[in-house]
């Protein structure tokens, strides 16, 4: 035979070893409450493939009356753990010592009566969290209020009815594993959470590190980049874009996209189209996030090769401007160092057959040099 308690009720039922076992298949009937009983819902179920063992429970019974603490001590200890104490004082030093999961305390006892042990009870952090059942002869409504308000959790008369009391202290029990099952469940979700959010702040570092040397690099490069959000306001940007820009990189940010490239006669496909001649041309990328939604883009600095070829042009028609007559006497130098060596080395015939080519080649340079400036003055002039 084994001993089963309803969760209903708490009554304590006395059930054959066969039905217990079969219990997964056939449900047994509290014989108290005729509430149906299936393995989960036996008080404890905390092993729910094995019998039922109360005496993990530990309960404090503080009174005066020594014949009933025996009385209630040889009653209950078969199913659970039982201490006893006389006065308010030893109940007090008993329930700090061994932490029983409940306490049944007398009401009227001389010196310190019930209320004080509850009050003092409630106030020791050690003993606070006792559940605490008064139990008093007396049966006026003001002395329950008085119980509840200081804390206890439920009130019997005496004389005591041995079942009402073995299902009010089973209850209480279902409500003390209850309450510690849901703080088990919380702590091991805080520390789930804890966990998790470890390893997210450990992705987000990896993510910032990768970001720092992304950025480190595009900051590194000649191309000139910079980052636009969603509204088309600049949030990055390298130090040649901001250079090619001629502002600072705090003054460049926040700043219209539109309103900076247009000022710096810059154009961009999608953001601003060309309408007319441009500098340069920016290459629009769209950024997408992980849904696939643009966020934002890129814009990364194209040179326009009409422009290029002009400004080379203009390079190179300033420098000959510059030096046109030093060009033409440093050719006549040339022409004429030519000349007198070869007067000075008439007779010598080694010389002259090696001459010969140079002088031929030093007057054709002379005429292209010349149609060249003549042409690019020209030019110039119409």
């Given at each position: 035979?084994?001993?089963?308690?309803?969760?209903?009720?708490?009554?304590?039922?006395?059930?054959?070893?066969?039905?217990?076992?079969?219990?997964?298949?056939?449900?047994?009937?509290?014989?108290?409450?005729?509430?149906?009983?299936?393995?989960?819902?036996?008080?404890?179920?905390?092993?729910?493939?094995?019998?039922?063992?109360?005496?993990?429970?530990?309960?404090?019974?503080?009174?005066?009356?020594?014949?009933?603490?025996?009385?209630?001590?040889?009653?209950?200890?078969?199913?659970?753990?039982?201490?006893?104490?006389?006065?308010?004082?030893?109940?007090?030093?008993?329930?700090?010592?061994?932490?029983?999961?409940?306490?049944?305390?007398?009401?009227?006892?001389?010196?310190?009566?019930?209320?004080?042990?509850?009050?003092?009870?409630?106030?020791?952090?050690?003993?606070?969290?006792?559940?605490?059942?008064?139990v008093s002869a007396r049966?006026?409504?003001?002395?329950?209020?008085?119980?509840?308000?200081?804390?206890?959790?439920?009130?019997?008369?005496?004389?005591?009815?041995?079942?009402?009391?073995?299902?009010?202290?089973?209850?209480?029990?279902?409500?003390?594993?209850?309450?510690?099952?849901?703080?088990?469940?919380?702590?091991?979700l805080i520390q789930s959470?804890?966990?998790?959010?470890?390893?997210?702040?450990?992705?987000?570092?990896?993510?910032?590190?990768?970001?720092?040397?992304?950025?480190?690099?595009?900051?590194?490069?000649?191309?000139?980049?910079?980052?636009?959000?969603?509204?088309?306001?600049?949030?990055?940007?390298?130090?040649?874009?901001?250079?090619?820009?001629?502002?600072?990189?705090?003054?460049?940010?926040?700043?219209?996209?539109?309103?900076?490239?247009?000022?710096?006669?810059?154009?961009?496909?999608?953001?601003?189209?060309?309408?007319?001649?441009?500098?340069?041309?920016?290459?629009?990328?769209?950024?997408?996030?992980?849904?696939?939604?643009?966020?934002?883009?890129?814009?990364?600095?194209?040179?326009?090769?009409?422009?290029?070829?002009?400004?080379?042009?203009?390079?190179?028609?300033?420098?000959?401007?510059?030096?046109?007559?030093?060009?033409?006497?440093?050719?006549?130098?040339?022409?004429?160092?030519?000349?007198?060596?070869?007067?000075?080395?008439?007779?010598?015939?080694?010389?002259?057959?090696?001459?010969?080519?140079?002088?031929?080649?030093?007057?054709?340079?002379?005429?292209?040099?010349?149609?060249?400036?003549?042409?690019?003055?020209?030019?110039?002039?119409?």
């Amino acid at each position: 035979m084994k001993v089963i308690f309803c969760e209903e009720c708490g009554g304590r039922n006395t059930v054959q070893d066969e039905l217990l076992e079969q219990i997964d298949k056939q449900p047994v009937s509290c014989q108290f409450c005729g509430n149906v009983m299936s393995k989960e819902t036996i008080i404890p179920h905390k092993c729910a493939d094995k019998t039922i063992n109360t005496l993990h429970y530990h309960l404090l019974f503080i009174d005066d009356d020594v014949f009933h603490l025996q009385l209630m001590k040889k009653t209950l200890e078969k199913e659970f753990t039982v201490s006893i104490a006389s006065t308010g004082i030893h109940g007090l030093d008993l329930a700090a010592a061994r932490q029983p999961d409940l306490i049944l305390l007398d009401l009227n006892m001389p010196g310190m009566d019930g209320y004080e042990v509850c009050r003092r009870l409630k106030e020791n952090p050690k003993t606070r969290r006792i559940a605490v059942i008064f139990v008093s002869a007396r049966d006026r409504e003001d002395d329950e209020c008085q119980g509840f308000s200081l804390g206890a959790v439920d009130y019997i008369s005496k004389p005591i009815n041995l079942q009402i009391l073995n299902a009010r202290i089973m209850v209480q029990l279902r409500i003390k594993q209850l309450l510690e099952q849901q703080r088990l469940h919380s702590d091991s979700l805080i520390q789930s959470l804890h966990q998790n959010s470890m390893a997210v702040e450990t992705e987000l570092d990896q993510l910032r590190r990768e970001n720092s040397r992304l950025l480190a690099v595009l900051d590194s490069v000649q191309e000139k980049i910079f980052i636009e959000n969603e509204d088309g306001l600049i949030f990055w940007a390298n130090r040649q874009a901001a250079e090619y820009f001629g502002l600072t990189l705090p003054d460049l940010l926040g700043r219209s996209s539109r309103e900076v490239l247009s000022s710096n006669g810059a154009v961009c496909d999608e953001c601003l189209p060309a309408a007319g001649s441009y500098h340069v041309k920016f290459l629009h990328l769209p950024l997408f996030n992980e849904d696939g939604e643009v966020e934002g883009s890129a814009h990364i600095l194209q040179e326009n090769p009409a422009q290029l070829c002009q400004a080379a042009e203009s390079v190179i028609n300033s420098f000959i401007d510059r030096n046109r007559e030093a060009i033409r006497e440093n050719l006549a130098t040339i022409l004429f160092g030519i000349d007198a060596v070869s007067s000075i080395l008439r007779d010598n015939k080694e010389f002259e057959t090696v001459s010969r080519p140079v002088i031929k080649a030093a007057e054709r340079l002379d005429q292209m040099v010349g149609t060249l400036l003549d042409f690019q003055r020209s030019d110039r002039e119409s």
